[in-house]
Structures are given as C-alpha cells and as structure tokens.
C-alpha cells in the first residue's frame, strides 16, 4: 500500500516537474553551445565526446556517441535529446525516436558557418531566441576579427602546403587526410592538405618530410612533450620557419563555439615571427 | 542414484533461466515497478494499461528489454551448445566454435560491410552487416570444410589447420581493411568485436530465431551420437554410425548457429569454451545430458552477463562480450586450479 502511494506520489511530482526541460546532448560540440547559451541547468547528461567546460563531468555520461543505449539515455529521464546524424546505432536513435522523448537532429557541418548554424538551431531547439541573438552577435564579431586576420597576417601562410596531425601518442605520425574535419579546419585556416589519403594514418617521418609541409598543426588530446615531438619534425620547412602549432583536438576539431578564437590563435602563432631557437631555448 | 543427481538439474537450471528472464525484464539502467512490467507484458496481449507514463515503460519492457532478453537467451544457448558439438566432435575440451574460423570468417564479412559499406550509409550498414557476416563466416566453414575433406573423408587434425589458416586469413583482411577505415569505422569494428545483444531489434530476431531453435533441436537429436563420437570416430563408425555424415550435418550446423549468433549479436567469445566445460565438471561427460543442460547455462550466462552490462557504468552500457570475459575468465581459471588440487 505504502508502495503503491509511494509511486502515485513519485507520478504526481514527476508531472509537475515535467515542465522544466531535461537535456541530453549527445556531441560535444553541442554541449558547447548548449553552456554559451546558458541552458545548462537543464542538462541532466552529456555523451564521453563532450568533455568542455569541466563543469560537464559532473554529469553522467550516456557512453560514446556512436554506442547509445535507448535504456540508458532514457534511464535520465530527458524530456529532450539533442544529438547529431553522427549519434548512433541507427536501431537505437530508431528506438528514441519512437519513444515519447523529443529528438533534435542537429545538421552539423564542418565550417564557421556550420558552427554558427548548429548554434541556431541548439537555440531554436532550446527556445532561447534571446541568449542565441546575444551568443550569434559575439560568435560573428569573432568570426569577423578571425575573416579579417586571414586577410591581413594570414596572407603569409594563405595556399601553403599543411600537415594536421591527430594525438601523438608515443611519437606516431596520426597524418589527417583529405574528407576529414581535419581538412575542413585547414580549409577554414586557407591551408592545402600536403596529404593526400582518405581518414586519418599513420605516416613514416620520411613520408612527412617528403610531403615538405610549409605549416604543421598538431591536435592533442592530454599533456604531451612538445619539444620532443617538435624534434621530429627537424627537417621541414615548418620547422625552419617555425610553422609548427599545438591545439587542443576537442577545440579545434568538434566544430564548436570554440572556433574563431582557435583558427585566430592558430594564425597568430603561424605567423608570429619568432626564430625556431628562441622558442626551444623557452622549453 | 547417479541419475536422479542429474536429473536435479534440469528444473534447477529451468527455474535460475526463468528469474533471470524475469529479472533482465525487471533491472536496468531505468527503475521500473515490479507491477509496470507486469502491465507492460499484459500490454503485448493488447490490454493496455492506465499508468500514466506507461508508454516509457511498456517502450522499455516491449522494445528494448524483452527483446535483448531474446536476444540473451537464444544467443547464449546456441553458443554454448554448439561448444559442445565442437568439444564432442574433436574430442578435445579447448575446442570451440572459433576453431573452424567461423568466428574469424564472420568478423571479417561484419568488418566489409562496416568499411566497405559504409558509404551507404549508417540504416543500410546496420542490415547490411548481419548478412555480411553471416555470409562470412558460413564461406570460412565451407573453405575450412573443403581443405580438410580428402576423397570424400574430412580430416578432424586437417579440420583444425584449416582452421587456423583460414583464421589467419581472415585476421589479415581484417587488419588490412582497419588500416584503411576511418576513425568512425574503427570505432564501430572494436565496438562490434565486443559483442552486444542490446542492439537486435525484433527483424533480427524474427529471422534468426526459427534458424537457432531448428539447429539446436537438431543437434539436440544428435546428443546420443556425440557420445559416439566422442569416444572415436573409429569407435563410432564400428557402431554403426555413418561418421562421414555426421560429420557434416554437426559442421554446418555449428557453423549457421555461430554465423546467425554472430550475426545479431556480435562476436561473445567464452560462452561455447566455457559453458560445457563447467557442465562437464558439474554433471559428467555425457552427452544426453550435457548439451542440454548447456545450452539452459548458455542461456542464464549469457543472460547474467547481460544484466550486469547495464549497471557497472549506466547511463552508458558495456558490451557484453566484454563483461562475459571479464567475469567468466577468472572464474574460470579459479574453477581449473580447484579441479587440480582435487585430483591431486
């Protein structure tokens, strides 16, 4: 008796707090967006790719994006998921859709205008039409001053020859390829791919020499030796000119709100005009 | 006397598959009264119930729960039976389903879809990929199969090198198409390998349940057999067996039972190792008795492994050939290192 109360009771506050919004965002791009646009009081999980602000990982993660479980994300009991066409198995994102929980596909492209689409539609999806005017107005402006450095500084470096390498871990050469959100990144920067394979692989310090790239960025997840690293890289013409740059992956490549700052600090170190010795004699 | 100690078992492992079929209704990552799942299984039979939120959790019971559950127990059984099979067959307790390559042939037609495939996209993959490795994994049997068969006489020693070669073949394709996937594809290859039984939806098990119940009853014919052939396929042939068919009916059922559970639910490493090993130790080497008790353990293990994929990191999920590993390998070599000191 007392348990049967205890559910009816457990009903009745689950309806009357069923007017305020629970979250989940399934990419850590729109986690992103979902804290710029200050709805995160709303979100009662994330997925293992949203890993920024730090704030985040005092939720509960529903596991990897591509690995959903219907039970699991419906175990937080969101009124709303949003989630890219990245999200996955497709029977579970299926089985989503069927329940009564409110899926939001986010098209996610990879570019500055892909960034700011996606913070549109998180802000339409979330109802906040002011705090999305407010966030577009500051994420232009720096977009803007980013449009502008590429046209001014970023003439230096305009149509090189780049690799963009992924983690390096134990000295491994992770070369980004073409069709990747690697390449969108070089493409937003005005960089040419010096690599020419599909995904991301694995390529031999002499292949990257003779790849002879102009600029060299590496995206790290975690501490790293970056002179160590930088060593490897002795015999280019990045390396002489000092065209190397280290960026957080998670910054750099999820096509966040993140991204005009990254690609602008990006183009100031490439073309800040310090001599490769001074730099290492620092370390 | 010996025999009514057997015959305990069969209720025993009866009754511990039913609660646990209750209990992987009952438990996840989602609380749900006792009473809502009642309901909800009414709800199949067309009462709908009047609890409010019913529709979350009727979707649970009926969309997701029940049919891993299914899942669970149909994968679970066929496993571990066709362990036995295995085990009978070559008459060596380390035999396993994966020793004819159909694990590895079946990995590697799963791997095709998930690299090759993937440009058409991810719903095309996910039917997509069943069917590559269930085709996979029946093309490494019937290569095995046919590098072992000499004039019509399938060699047992030939059957394991061909085995081992053509799993190594399929290992180097494997390696080779991981060499070119992307990072996405990757990702859903290791997953894969894991093993999962959360993914199958209704479609799947329509398909594959009337294939594993029709294997299973078939063998299940054959347990007197086994005990035949266990003891020597000369032994057998002189009592009257026709070895040579046999043979060849047990192949390819094991190879359908492991292509189709591999199929839906990925690659469950252990179960058909372990399974019959640990029944052989709790009711003895016969075959009357051991296939189908096994495959009642196959079901409850597999089962048990798949509820505890649901807690140990909720909200997310752990695959379950992953917690099946986990779990049975050490209990397993504790199990090895008793049965020493008691014959010692």
């Known amino acids: 008796m007392i348990k049967i109360f205890a559910l009816f009771t457990a009903l009745l506050v689950g309806s009357v707090s069923s007017a305020s919004e629970r979250l989940v965002s399934i990419d850590g791009s729109l986690t992103e967006v979902v804290y710029a646009l200050g709805a995160q009081k709303s979100l009662v999980a994330r997925d293992d790719t949203s890993v920024h602000p730090k704030a985040v990982f005092r939720l509960p993660s529903v596991g990897y994006m591509r690995a959903l479980s219907t039970e699991g994300v419906l175990s937080v009991k969101p009124t709303k998921v949003l989630l890219t066409d990245a999200a996955g198995p497709p029977n579970v994102i299926n089985q989503l859709q069927l329940s009564n929980v409110e899926i939001v596909t986010i098209k996610s492209e990879s570019s500055l205008t892909g960034v700011r689409s996606k913070i ?126 280290f960026k957080d992956s998670a910054e750099l490549l999820s096509f966040g709100p993140r991204l005009p700052e990254s690609l602008t600090s990006i183009l100031e170190q490439l073309t800040a005009s310090t001599s490769h010795s001074s730099t290492l004699a620092h370390q | 006397m010996l025999i009514s100690f057997r015959a305990w078992f069969y209720p025993l492992f009866a009754l511990l598959s039913f609660s646990l079929f209750i209990a992987s209704l009952g438990l996840g990552a989602m609380s749900i009264h006792p009473f809502d799942i009642f309901s909800s299984l009414m709800g199949l039979f067309g009462h709908l119930s009047d609890v409010k939120n019913a529709d979350v959790v009727q979707f649970l019971i009926l969309e997701v729960r029940l049919p891993r559950t299914v899942t669970a127990m149909l994968v679970g059984a066929s496993l571990a039976a066709s362990g036995v099979v295995m085990q009978g067959l070559f008459r060596n307790p380390l035999a396993d389903p994966t020793l004819i390559g159909v694990s590895a042939g079946a990995s590697f037609g799963a791997v095709s879809a998930i690299v090759l495939l993937s440009g058409f996209g991810a719903v095309l993959v996910s039917y997509l990929l069943p069917i590559g490795a269930f085709t996979g994994g029946m093309l490494a049997t019937f290569l095995v199969y046919r590098v072992a068969t000499r004039f019509g006489q399938t060699d047992t020693a030939l059957l394991l090198l061909g085995g081992i070669a053509i799993g190594a073949v399929a290992s180097a394709g494997i ?42 009853a078939i063998l299940f014919r054959y347990r007197s057999i086994l005990n035949a052939m266990s003891m020597g396929e000369h032994v057998a042939y002189q009592m009257g067996h026709d070895v040579k068919r046999i043979k060849k009916i047990l192949l390819i059922l094991t190879a359908l039972i492991v292509s189709v559970s591999v199929s839906i639910s990925g690659i469950i490493l252990f179960i058909g190792l372990v399974v019959p090993h640990l029944l052989r130790m709790l009711v003895g080497a016969d075959h009357k008795h051991l296939l189908p008790l096994s495959m009642l353990a196959g079901a409850a293990l597999l089962l048990v492994a798949d509820i505890i994929s649901r807690f140990v990191v909720a909200p997310a999920e752990l695959p379950v050939g992953l917690v099946m590993s986990l779990i049975g390998s050490p209990f397993f070599i504790l199990l090895l290192v008793q049965q020493k000191r008691a014959s010692s």
């Open chain 1, 120 to 245: 549109e539609q998180v802000g339409k999806a979330l109802n906040k039409q002011e705090d999305t005017e407010k966030f577009l107005n500051d994420f232009d402006a720096k977009a803007k001053i980013f449009l502008d450095k590429r046209k001014t500084i970023g003439k230096a470096v305009e149509g090189k020859r780049a690799l963009l390498f992924l983690g390096m871990q134990s000295n491994q050469l992770n070369a980004a390829g073409v069709r990747t959100k690697a390449q969108s990144v070089l493409n937003e920067l005005g960089l040419v791919n010096a690599a020419t394979h599909q995904a991301y692989m694995p390529i031999s310090t002499e292949a990257m020499i003779s790849l002879n790239p102009d600029v060299i960025i590496i995206a790290t997840h975690g501490p790293i030796d970056k002179a160590q690293i930088t060593k490897q890289f002795s015999f280019t013409p990045a390396f002489k000119n000092n065209r190397i740059v």
């Open chain 2, 175 to 216: 390696g080779t198409l991981s060499y070119f996937a992307n990072d996405a594809e990757l990702r859903d290859l290791t997953l894969w390998s894991m093993g999962s039984v959360s993914k199958t939806q209704w479609l799947n098990i329509l398909l594959a349940s009337p294939v594993l119940i029709i294997s299973m």
